[in-house]
């Protein structure tokens, strides 16, 4: 049994934080910002909005798309570094706000590699007889976790969410192959030192700003280089297929440069490569749910279309899937 996506939605906050605003606070400038990351400027969610919230109303249009109700699911996976509380699971707060009491709901961390590991998970749910209808959902705030006196972190993230609905069923896009991967030795080049057991929140951890991103920028972007070329053809092998089958590459929106670099490994021209970027920044686990909505919106995918989704995050994570629309 194969699992298909049958539905898709998104959500954006409607502030918009551009880089002429962060001029003002950091020591930055657009032409900077742009040249190196592709980013003109990204969402930023209200103090009172959070991860729950904006997953919410991206399950509320991948539901309506998908003709599914919330009532039909049986399973909801959110996939988020930045849930509203430590714990319980920021998909419980999903699953109340959409009355679907019947559905299992849990939490899943994997950076911005996160939205395809939970497509994956889901995938593998449904094929097992285990779910008949899930619905996946990638969210993040990191507005509340970046530091905004560091212009090297501050200036590359945004907030938002993603949904994707699977089924059985023969749906838009049956998913053909999949790929994921991690290297826990490169942990402390993108990683939050506190809040968790070995950083507890204290008034020391606080005056030392540890609640916020980390990020060794230059090795992240050598690692995300490599790899998102090297998964992309690993999942696109598994579904059988080479790369010139390959309609639209969508890949995870963190940095421009990044995002060439792979479509040149995979030597597909910048008009099969879906790019946001510059609107959003990196909404981490939000960013590929996001980009696969909006290129399905745009009527940049169409039936028959192979499309391939990547990844990679803090972990260090990565992921890729094939999808037949």
């Avoid at 909005?49 to 399973?75: C, F, P």
């Avoid at 419980?92 to 994956?120: E, H, M, N, T």
């Avoid at 976790?145 to 945004?158: E, I, K, Q, S």
């Avoid at 008009?271 to 909006?294: H, M, P, Q, R």
Wanted: glycine share 10%.
């Amino acid at each position: 049994m194969s699992a298909s996506i049958l539905g898709t939605g998104h959500y954006v906050p409607p502030r918009v934080v551009t880089n002429a605003e962060l001029e003002k606070t950091v020591a930055t400038t657009d032409e900077w910002i742009v040249s190196r990351t592709g980013i003109r400027e990204r969402r930023i969610a209200a103090d009172d909005q959070h991860v729950s919230d904006m997953a919410y109303e991206a399950a509320k249009k991948a539901l309506e798309s998908s003709g599914v109700k919330a009532s039909e699911l049986d399973v909801i996976i959110l996939a988020t570094l930045t849930p509203d509380y430590a714990w319980p699971a920021a998909a419980c707060l999903v699953q109340r706000k959409l009355g679907a009491p019947q559905a299992a709901a849990f939490d899943i961390s994997a950076a911005c590699s996160g939205f395809v590991y939970a497509l994956s998970v889901g995938a593998g749910m449904i094929a097992s007889g285990a779910a008949k209808k899930v619905l996946v959902l990638g969210a993040e705030k990191l507005s509340a976790a970046v530091d905004w006196t560091d212009r090297n972190t501050c200036v590359l993230f945004g907030d938002g969410a993603g949904a994707a609905v699977l089924g059985a069923d023969n749906g838009r896009g049956r998913i053909l192959g999949l790929h994921l991967g991690s290297d826990g030795n490169a942990v402390e080049l993108l990683y939050q030192p506190g809040g968790g057991t070995v950083c507890p929140a204290s008034e020391k951890s606080v005056a030392e700003r540890q609640h916020f991103l980390k990020m060794n920028g230059k090795d992240v972007f050598k690692f995300a280089v490599k790899v998102m070329g090297e998964a992309a053809e690993k999942a696109i092998g598994k579904a059988g297929l080479t790369n010139a089958d390959i309609a639209l590459f969508i890949p995870h929106q963190a940095n421009i440069r990044i995002i060439e670099a792979a479509a040149k490994r995979l030597d597909l021209p910048m008009d099969k490569v879906f790019v946001n970027i510059d609107k959003y920044g990196n909404t981490s686990a939000a960013s590929v749910g996001i980009a696969l909505d909006e290129a399905v919106s745009q009527g940049r995918v169409k039936k028959g279309d192979k499309v391939v989704l990547v990844a990679f995050g803090a972990g260090l994570t990565w992921a890729s899937a094939v999808i037949e629309w």
